[in-house]
Structures are given as C-alpha cells and as structure tokens.
C-alpha cells in the first residue's frame, strides 16, 4: 500500500469513527490500513482530529483495540500475512510510543495487560517489545517477553515446524545492557507469574548452554554469534542461581 496523504489519513479517522461504520467489512478494513500507513504522520502529531487537534496515537490504538473485528484483518507484508493489530502494535512500538506512563500497566507493551498477542508469539511483535524493554531498562518485563518467545518456539518445535531459538536469542544475549537487565531479573520478581516464567527462563538459558558446550562450540577463544551469546546467557543464569540450586 502506498503512503497516504495526510487528507487521506484524516478522511479514514473521520469514517472510523463514525457510529454507523460497519464493522469488519472491506471498506473499513481499507480505512485502518490507509491509518496504519499514515502512523509516522500521526506520531509526528501532523494529522488533526475531528475537533483540529493533532490525533494521537494512544486515542487511534485505544479505538482500534475496541474493534472486535480487527483482531481477523491481515496486513500484506512479503511471504505471507501478518495479524493487523499485532502489525499495528509493533509499528507504534518502533515509533516511541507508550500508552501508560508506566509500562507495566501499557496496553500494548507488557503482554500480562494486553490481548494483543499476549504469548509473544509474533516474532516482529516480541522483538519490538523486547527492545523497547532494554531502552527502558525493564527487566523483568525483557525476562517475561524472551521467555514467552522461547516457550511458542520450543512448542513450534515440538509441533515439527521450523522455529530455531538461536538466531532470534543471540543478539539479546551478547547484548551487554541485556545482560545486566536480565541477570536482574534472575534476582528478583514481584509476582508469581514472573517468578515462574523467569525460573524456567533460567533453566532454559543453562540448558542451551550446556548444550553449546557439549558441542564444543566454546572451545575457541574468539566465539561468534550464538556462541558468545550462549555463553554470556548461561553464565549469567548461573551466576544468577548460586548459591541457589535450579528446581
């Protein structure tokens, strides 16, 4: 789809909001798509309102997030679909945007409060949340996204189809702020939830990496890729867990 003119930005806002729109049909469909392309233009606060004031992406997120049929549209991307609120959480991630000043409690950003893709099995969804989360400095929330990818990946797996953990893990793991923020993670949880998901975490992150040393895939002084990341991941997760022992 190509970039809309902000007239034409402004004119599908107009319609989305009108009370006799009809919901899921291919014509409103189409509206969304043209606000999708124009995001860019609204983060910039370049499209106005009904009322001229510029529109904002929380108010465009807070009523696309009460469509209910916006959850079946699919936007065209190269290879195959993707869901559109899923496309359109992680474009407005990648913009800067928050919903909530505080980020435990966003809509779109900590998947405990979203229902968008709450399992963090997009891949394009997760990694903007687990970015997002490093730039912030949230750890328990980056310890809870990757761990979520981890588990739809190992159940793809699983199922037999091609989900491998290593390309998408690597670059988390050899990064050092990622590092530190995932080591506090490892020390510290606030609910039940966390604490769980981060304990598996753990165990998974030091079974990966006894797996990359029984491979021997740490054997040469200059690790590339996953190697260096594996070991800096399994390193901390058990300088995390001692003297502690991992159930």
């Given at each position: 789809?190509?970039?809309?003119?902000?007239?034409?930005?402004?004119?599908?806002?107009?319609?989305?909001?009108?009370?006799?729109?009809?919901?899921?049909?291919?014509?409103?469909?189409?509206?969304?798509?043209?606000?999708?392309?124009?995001?860019?233009?609204?983060?910039?606060?370049?499209?106005?309102?009904?009322?001229?004031?510029?529109?904002?992406?929380?108010?465009?997120?807070?009523?696309?997030?009460?469509?209910?049929?916006?959850?079946?549209?699919?936007?065209?991307?190269?290879g195959?679909?993707?869901?559109?609120?899923?496309?359109?959480?992680?474009?407005?991630?990648?913009?800067?945007?928050?919903?909530?000043?505080?980020?435990?409690?966003?809509?779109?950003?900590?998947?405990?409060?979203?229902?968008?893709?709450?399992?963090?099995?997009?891949?394009?969804?997760?990694?903007?949340?687990?970015?997002?989360?490093?730039?912030?400095?949230?750890?328990?929330?980056?310890?809870?996204?990757?761990?979520?990818?981890?588990?739809?990946?190992?159940?793809?797996?699983?199922?037999g189809?091609?989900?491998?953990?290593?390309?998408?893990?690597?670059?988390?793991?050899?990064?050092?702020?990622a590092?530190c923020?995932?080591v506090r993670?490892?020390?510290?949880?606030?609910?039940?939830?966390?604490?769980?998901?981060?304990?598996?975490?753990?165990?998974?992150?030091?079974?990966?990496?006894?797996?990359?040393?029984?491979?021997?895939?740490?054997?040469?002084?200059?690790?590339?890729?996953?190697?260096?990341?594996?070991?800096?991941?399994?390193?901390?997760?058990?300088?995390?867990?001692?003297?502690?022992?991992?159930?």
């Amino acid at each position: 789809m190509a970039v809309p003119h902000p007239d034409q930005i402004r004119d599908a806002w107009s319609r989305v909001l009108l009370p006799s729109a009809p919901s899921g049909n291919a014509a409103e469909r189409f509206r969304w798509l043209t606000l999708l392309e124009g995001l860019p233009l609204i983060a910039a606060g370049q499209i106005p309102d009904e009322t001229n004031a510029p529109l904002t992406l929380s108010r465009l997120l807070a009523h696309a997030l009460a469509q209910e049929q916006a959850a079946t549209w699919q936007v065209d991307s190269p290879g195959a679909g993707r869901p559109f609120l899923c496309e359109l959480a992680r474009r407005s991630l990648a913009l800067g945007h928050l919903s909530s000043a505080h980020p435990d409690e966003d809509p779109v950003l900590h998947p405990l409060h979203s229902r968008v893709d709450p399992a963090c099995a997009d891949v394009p969804l997760a990694t903007a949340r687990a970015v997002t989360a490093i730039e912030l400095h949230h750890a328990r929330l980056l310890a809870l996204v990757i761990a979520r990818q981890l588990r739809w990946r190992l159940a793809e797996i699983d199922a037999g189809r091609p989900a491998p953990l290593r390309p998408w893990l690597a670059p988390f793991l050899a990064d050092l702020v990622a590092q530190c923020l995932l080591v506090r993670a490892f020390l510290g949880c606030k609910t039940n939830t966390e604490h769980e998901e981060t304990q598996w975490f753990m165990r998974r992150l030091v079974a990966l990496y006894e797996e990359e040393r029984a491979a021997g895939n740490f054997a040469a002084p200059a690790d590339r890729g996953y190697g260096r990341g594996g070991r800096c991941g399994g390193q901390m997760a058990l300088a995390a867990t001692r003297p502690r022992t991992i159930a």
